[in-house]
Structures are given as structure tokens and as C-alpha cells.
């Protein structure tokens, strides 16, 4: 696609459950990042992949989330055992990080999931 | 650590009036990108502009323009003949030259625009 996807959309879950959140970057790009953005914190960076690899995963906030990235293309991120503190909506942004085009670092962002622990 | 600050959590204008969002940041580095997101009730974060430190002159983009003053540390967006469509949360971004570790974005709090029509 011409764009960021992610999905699901929305995604309501129970306290404790596990859940994924997809992201489908742009094709070519070699970046990918995901952010948090909630009332409390505002737009928080998580974790961000040069190629499949992770060089800065500072922002996980805690040993409960993990992402990997496959094929230098798709990313999962995974939140086991939710909390309602970890409700939010994540988003997804890629960029292509080499080049000679000017906008290589510009980071063009997903629509985000919406995520709701009860 | 770099940190990026938004005074006005709120502003509006009447439509097809100028408005200015302002956009101040701390940084020790000396080459760095900066950028305005847009956020409508939508979510889809929409890259607004960017500018790159090094160069001295201020980016434009139709009717988005930004005041960048280096030594002050200022990025602000000004939106002429502001229209219906440009109501949204507005975002300030910084981001490190570096690629090698740096790449994420540091972002303001926001500030909400209304358009009055």
C-alpha cells in the first residue's frame, strides 16, 4: 500500500489477556517505529528497528512488551498480560533512513490502534 | 536528553486568519531535524513541515510556514488564510542528525486548534 497500515483498529481486551498490535511500514522503508500516546503521557517513544534488528528498545516500559520485526517489513508488537494502565493508542511510523532523497528521515505515520484494557 | 515544549495546549482563529503555534526545544547538539505534525479527530498523524537546522533558511509549505530561530531555540508554525480543514491537535517534533541510535522523535504536548468559522 501507498501508506503506514496498522491493525486492528481498535482492540478491547480483559485485564491479564495478551494482545498484538500489527504494523505494515511503507514499502522500501528500512525504519520502523512505534509510539505510545496516551492522555497522562503524551506521545511516547517504544522501540525502533533498523532493517529486523532493534538498536533502541529504551522506551518499552516494561518486561511485559516486546516487538520483533520480520523480513525487514512487518512488525508486531506484543503486550502480554495487559494492564489498564496500557491503554492507549499505538502507533506505527517507517522511514527509509538511507538515500539521497531529502525526506529520508522523516518518519510518515500509521493510523494507530486503539487499545482499551478493562 | 532532548525535550520539546508547547505553551499553548489550546489556540483558535477565525477562518482564513493567520495564526502562530509556538514551539520551543533543548538541545546540546548543532545539527538536528525539527517538524509539525497534524492530528485531526482522526488520528492519522500528517507530517505538516520540516526543517533542517543547518539550513538557515525557513521552510515553507503553501500556507504553512515556520519561524525557525536557532540561537533562541524557537520552531514556530504559522498557518495563513487558516481554513475549516486545518482544525487538530498540532505536534512539534525534534529528531537527532545522528543515525546511529538516535532516530526517534521527541515530542511537544501539543497544542489544539480551532478553527472559528
Known amino acids: 500500500g501507498a501508506g503506514v497500515s496498522q491493525s486492528p483498529s481498535n482492540k478491547v481486551t480483559e485485564k491479564g489477556k495478551d494482545v498484538e498490535l500489527r504494523c505494515d511500514p511503507i514499502?522500501?522503508?528500512?525504519?520502523l517505529y512505534w509510539y505510545r500516546q496516551s492522555l497522562g503521557q503524551g506521545l511516547e517513544f517504544l522501540i525502533y528497528?533498523?532493517?529486523?534488528?532493534?538498536?533502541?528498545k529504551s522506551g518499552l516500559p516494561s518486561d511485559r512488551f516486546s516487538a520483533e520485526r520480520t523480513g525487514g517489513s512487518v512488525s508486531t508488537l506484543t503486550i502480554q498480560r495487559t494492564q489498564q494502565e496500557d491503554s492507549a493508542v499505538y502507533l506505527c511510523?517507517?522511514?527509509?533512513?538511507?538515500?539521497?532523497?531529502?525526506?529520508?528521515?522523516?518518519?510518515?505515520f500509521g493510523p494507530g490502534t486503539r487499545l482499551l484494557v478493562l | 536528553a532532548q525535550t520539546v515544549t508547547q505553551s499553548q495546549p489550546e489556540m483558535s482563529v477565525q477562518e482564513a486568519e493567520t495564526v502562530t503555534l509556538s514551539c520551543t526545544y533543548d538541545?546540546?547538539?548543532?545539527?538536528?531535524?525539527l517538524f509539525w505534525y497534524k492530528q485531526p479527530p482522526s488520528r492519522q498523524m500528517i507530517l505538516v513541515i520540516r526543517?533542517?537546522?543547518?539550513?538557515?533558511q525557513n521552510a515553507t509549505e503553501n500556507r504553512f510556514s515556520v519561524n525557525f530561530q536557532k540561537a533562541a531555540k524557537s520552531f514556530s508554525l504559522k498557518i495563513s488564510d487558516s481554513q475549516l480543514g486545518d482544525a487538530a491537535m498540532y505536534f512539534c517534533?525534534?529528531?537527532?542528525?545522528?543515525?546511529?541510535?538516535?532516530?526517534?522523535?521527541?515530542f511537544g504536548t501539543g497544542t489544539r486548534l480551532t478553527i472559528i468559522p
Open positions: 517534533a525534534y529528531r537527532s542528525i545522528s543515525n546511529f541510535g538516535n532516530e526517534k522523535l521527541t
Open positions: 514499502s522500501g522503508h528500512t525504519a
Open positions: 511510523a517507517s522511514s527509509l533512513n538511507f538515500g539521497l532523497r531529502v525526506d529520508r528521515e522523516t518518519q510518515y
Open positions: 538541545t546540546s547538539e548543532s545539527d538536528y531535524y
Open positions: 528497528f533498523q532493517g529486523n534488528s532493534a538498536p533502541d
Open positions: 526543517q533542517e537546522a543547518y539550513k538557515q
